[in-house]
């Protein structure tokens, strides 16, 4: 099969996860093989396998994690989102696992305002990857994927017990 066909070819794929499960999203992109997106499921109906090799390694590495909180991710993903979410994005990846930053903490960081961080937090393509739940509220928790509540905070409570960052 020709490169070219290939273009803008889209593989999805729903592993199982502790607290419910994942959608993996593959695209060609440039003819490359990316992550495009990493959703979570707060609920599992069905897995369904991956398709292709990036699928199989992106849910052995999150498998990886799931067995052990401070494995590395190196998957290929493609760039998303504007200059300033990518900046939050990054100063999110150097948390490291076990701790968090409140909102005021990043956002002074990178010199911007929390609302702003948490916007960004909320448009993150690679939950999990780029490790949104370790930014916290000043008061508690905070929200989670564009949450104030529901679901999601099960998730987000789930992965810091995971890296004991917050206990019982």
């Given at each position: 099969m020709l490169k070219s066909s290939l273009t803008g070819y889209i593989q999805h794929c729903v592993i199982r996860a502790p607290f419910g499960g994942l959608r993996i999203r593959t695209e060609?992109?440039?003819?490359?093989l990316m992550i495009t997106q990493v959703q979570y499921l707060t609920h599992l109906d069905k897995v369904s396998r991956p398709l292709n090799e990036l699928a199989k390694d992106a849910k052995e590495q999150m498998e990886a994690y799931f067995d052990d909180p401070h494995f590395l991710f190196d998957l290929p993903m493609?760039?998303?989102?504007?200059?300033?979410?990518?900046?939050?994005?990054?100063?999110?990846?150097?948390?490291?696992?076990?701790?968090?930053k409140s909102y005021g903490e990043l956002?002074?960081?990178i010199k911007s305002?929390?609302?702003a961080?948490?916007?960004?937090?909320?448009?993150?393509?690679?939950?999990?990857?780029?490790?949104?739940h370790r930014?916290?509220?000043?008061?508690?928790?905070?929200?989670?994927?564009?949450?104030?509540?529901?679901?999601?905070?099960?998730?987000?409570?789930?992965?810091?017990r995971h890296e004991n960052a917050i206990k019982d």
């Open positions: 060609i992109v440039d003819a490359s493609k760039a998303q989102g504007s200059a300033f979410q990518q900046r939050v994005w990054s100063a999110i990846q150097s948390i490291p696992v076990g701790q968090t956002a002074t960081q305002g929390p609302r961080v948490g916007s960004a937090c909320a448009a993150n393509h690679y939950p999990l990857i780029i490790p949104c930014v916290l509220s000043k008061a508690g928790l905070g929200g989670f994927m564009g949450e104030a509540n529901g679901p999601h905070l099960r998730i987000k409570q789930w992965l810091l």
